[in-house]
């Protein structure tokens, strides 16, 4: 209930950011796929903390260990468990949270939910949660390519942070582009004033929120299952289910709200023997059901909700009292939020390349 | 696969626009509710096309009737089913359709995943679906009266159409002011303009979208299972799964991503002997859980696709073409949307609070 | 809960034995199968009561309707919906009822989980909820034989009445044999003293159990998903959620346990290319996967709890009373139960196929 | 998919019998019960091979370690993850398995079905697998007992082993009867031949089978969700899950099949202001709902497939060749299954008492 995703590549994530390590189970992973620590290793070193100077000072070394599901360097087509130790135990750094509520953190509603939280640390709630996220992930790209995609491309970046917009042809950004700057924006310009905000909010013991968006290359036609697995459904289920995230607009989304039919329609015409639409405004996705062009999404993050300042709030005797951020946080989880985005986006469409496989076969689309 | 959803308050929808009728089977109904049909016919009135100048003219009485899970006016425990029957058929006004894709419908996507579709209107991509779900939202609502929060009230409303904003007070709209106009907007002064401009855009054979805002009342706090499971992710998962909706956000949403934290936090105060938060940026959730402040959230509608001029398109022969819409459709979507919208925040909520009651028994809250 | 079955074609049934009607929701199905009303009639007409001198005179119709999920003759790929309405209403047959609990029946157990029951009738726990089910195995059947297998065969026949034995030879069984008589036993020469033991029981007030075996030939190699969704327990759920069972063994079974590990062994033996076991204790499945010998297991029936002779029960009141049975019952469930058999099989099957597809693709087994 | 069981009490078993480790996630088990390694232990402890002279000598320490969902001694409410290392690694006993299939093992039906499978030891089919069944069980009881049923009382025994039926009064029987013998039959005077019986059968390279029979006691009202997961179908299924079971009965189960309704029917009568049977032939389970009589059910045991005789078998390469098995391994897995069915029988206890709650709330029962 509640830590456990997917129909059919179901896996169950579990840890606390403080506690005996985090990591998952993955159930219903193909057989005969290949597969070592290595594979996943890659993915967890750009999620950890610590890659570079924007990002938070947690430095572990996040090392995955294969526990289950694999035999001679290939997938039996049982679990995968994964299991990340956690190393980095300061549970005196978090003593003053074992009696205050952290405004805008999950300190108060896991209290009110469950009558019990792990105050040392964000717990569950913690981003070191996504570890098994992005384990699970990188099992999940390798399937797709393995069995249905192979050119399949999942391609997120940052697009804003605060009030500064990147510049980005979502056409033509590559993951060399993306992955060559600290701040994993798709838009080279960008990258020296996104730095020097972050820099600066972090200065002043603030912090600042912004916009991953997602272009994913090389989808098939027809994955999504209306009415209520609709493909942007559970893409925004997948991507709201990311701690610090606020929104999710497929195509067009809000501003597209502001067009007639006739601007918005996209028209579709014969290319290539394939058919395609001139515009792209749904997203890739029409009825719920992948159409074949780019999909395309955005992801909002608020700004991280530890800052340096001293604020209102209530302690756990439930008298208002203050409290000022301590420990080691990122000012903008954005750059760090990009594999996230991307472990997420695999993690839908493993599931729905199975379930279209399941109900219709194996087909040319 | 794919029409069902719940994981204890479990629905099934079935029925096309087109065939013998449209539906819901509800399994995971507590027993002892007091329900007829007049309890779900009042919403199915709410939903129906033709109530207005503004909305379609087909017009179905959609008369609602219970086939099972009931006796003598309560609920058994025992799967309900509900069985609306299709009236209008006019298969000759959708004949065109049988040989063209329509473009940013459905119809391409679902012949290219079933290899099959019924294109006597929408087929499963009509909005005409939704009736099942309104269906198991009224009874939804009953049970959380009866059960768990009798002054929860769930308010969508029409915050904008087109470039047409209203300006609504959250905290005092009434589902009076909101069900007392044609639009229903929260907002008495936008419904003369906003009634204009989609009279216009229909003399025009042209189409609108738009917003719909919701704010939900006294929820308990303690609702949302994190990690997958976020109130905030299932309520987006919910708004994403209804036809023509290309976004959603949550409380500050895409805005408060160009908020700093200092500016973002909600400072938590003791009142009345309650936690509450200063501000509600965070949108009544914190951590994927219900704190206890309003649900705030936007749902984003694109213009409806059927506009009557002619558009580019490709046959089902896979050749380039053109469509002239045809047929009853609406201008815009939104004042309808308004009790979709309502309904599935209605059917997210049910199911989170008998999963709270699975997992931490009844305790206050 | 509780009335869904299936994790990819899944069905969720609905329907008391009094009231609107019976029916169910196939959520699953794949797309472009030939269906029509007649594919599930065929079985519903087994399944009625009212066919021969041995069942209960209860003789409706049983006429399904096709609601939704298809067209022009085939499935489209979304829900398939199926109703039957109940025509035979006699609800004075049951006056008693509504105030007394039924010795062995579900009364007494569905008032205290639910406070409330339709004692019209069974309810929810009438067989006649399994024509749901026989409806849904019929489109379940006809996708196994255009996707799968169609030369799978699924045989259950009445193994024995009471202490009446049949002699049945499963390897050479056919559907022609067990069909032609109104018992439905695989064995000629039983047919008239299992027939004359249900009249004599039913002239004496009373009723009889039973056994029916089961076997499937031409089973693709690799169904089944150990650990917990092994063929053979996912098998033994379907049967004991038939009413009135209270068994369920496969291949040898019990007495299986009474043999040593050198006579229970199944030798393996190439033949004719593939893999054979020379015996089939195991009832082909090996650590919970299908290895394309025949299935075979048994399901055990209680005999009928409505007896026309004054038993001792307890009155709604909670006090002491008696009670003698009325209204029309069958004195033995086994020959309709053998349609029922073959209904879950089929739905345990489909179900597994298509969870194979997409775990392992279209693989020659 | 088939790593999971249960609906909100779900957990999720991973490892193989030679690999990294075996164990278990819990997600969905409630807060605030007090938890430790040494409550799995004691379970565990009972499971494992080497206890005693009737058992096999791998003797593995199975050490369980809690990874995460508890703090300070308290469940959080979050996934609880438990891990238990392999130590015994010895794949030079297994090499000669790499080439042959093992008749009546899982060898090739997994070779079959995955393409791969890990043969050194029984991998996933091993009995090994089920130390994350048992791990969840120990978690699961005490879940009942702090919520639900604190007198709750899960009594599996031996009932049979080969042809030596012990002989057990189910209504007086003890765990400390039961757990006082290396046989763990409730009958002292079973113990003797019994034990000389597994001795012999080993002596010889054979192996035997046998009947676990369980009695629940103090069992609440209500449990069980028809029509499908009825107590006794979900008890059924995960009594078929566990390795080398080949049937289950409950109540009456096949013998019931050979009496007239008369004998059969349970009685009921007021007594102590309860609703009671004068019989139990239901085995406490009517219309798929306990009816508060004590669960009564029996399942079958095969032989142990592994026996040191030689046998005819196929190779890898698909041809003719025999096998003998070596090895270590349990000539009878009688008093080990024990512990693996009391396990299952919490977990689908565990799990309906939760869907209970949901459904009618906190009720008197």
């Known amino acids: ?57 947690r430095n572990e070394a996040d090392e995955a260990e294969i526990l289950s599901g694999t035999f001679e360097g290939l997938t039996l087509g049982s679990p995968i468990a994964v299991l990340v ?27 009110a939910k469950y009558g ?26 390798k399937v797709i390519a393995a069995h249905f995609a192979p050119t399949l491309e999942i391609l997120p970046y940052v697009e804003s942070i605060g009030t500064l917009k ?29 730095t020097d905000l972050i820099k600066q909010v972090r200065s002043e013991g603030n912090s600042v929120g912004g916009v991953v968006a997602c272009v994913i290359r090389n989808v098939p036609v027809g994955l999504g299952m209306p009415v209520f697995d609709r493909l942007e459904a559970d893409l925004a289920k997948a991507m709201l289910s990311l701690p610090a995230t606020k929104g999710f607009e497929i195509g067009s989304g809000f501003a ?51 800052i340096m300042t001293s604020q209102e709030t209530v302690s756990t005797a439930y008298e208002d009292t203050e409290l000022k951020g301590r420990g080691r946080h990122d000012a903008c989880v954005l750059p760090r939020a990009v594999p996230m985005v991307e472990a997420m986006a695999a993690l839908v469409l493993v599931d729905h390349l199975l379930r279209q496989r399941a109900l219709c076969g194996e087909r040319d689309s």
Chains 1, 2, 3, 4 share one sequence.
């Open 85 to 111: 130790r956690n190393k980095d135990h300061r549970p005196e750094a978090y003593s003053e949270m074992a009696e205050k509520f952290r405004p805008s953190h999950a300190d108060y509603t896991y209290q």
């Open 256 to 306: 597209g709200t502001q067009m007639t039919g006739r601007e918005h329609n996209d028209a579709f015409r014969m290319q290539d023997g394939r058919v395609r639409t001139l515009t792209n405004r749904s997203g890739g996705v029409q009825g719920g059901i992948s159409n074949g062009e780019d999909l395309f999404f955005r992801v909002a993050f608020k700004p991280t909700a530890t």
């Open 116 to 141: 019990i939280r792990n105050w040392q640390g964000g717990g569950r709630s913690s981003a070191r949660e996504t570890i098994g996220r992005v384990a699970a992930a990188a099992i999940a790209k």
């Open 166 to 194: 990147a510049s980005v042809d979502t056409a033509t950004v590559t993951r060399e582009t993306i992955e060559s700057n600290i701040i994993r924006t798709g838009d080279p310009d960008s990258v020296e004033p996104m």
């Open 1 to 57: 209930m509640g830590s456990t995703f997917g129909h059919l590549f179901r896996l169950s994530t579990f840890g606390e950011s403080h506690g005996g390590g985090v990591g998952v189970v993955v159930d219903g992973c193909p057989p005969l796929i290949p597969l070592t620590e290595a594979d996943i290793q890659v993915d967890l070193d750009r999620r950890r903390p610590g890659q570079s100077e924007v990002t938070t000072p």
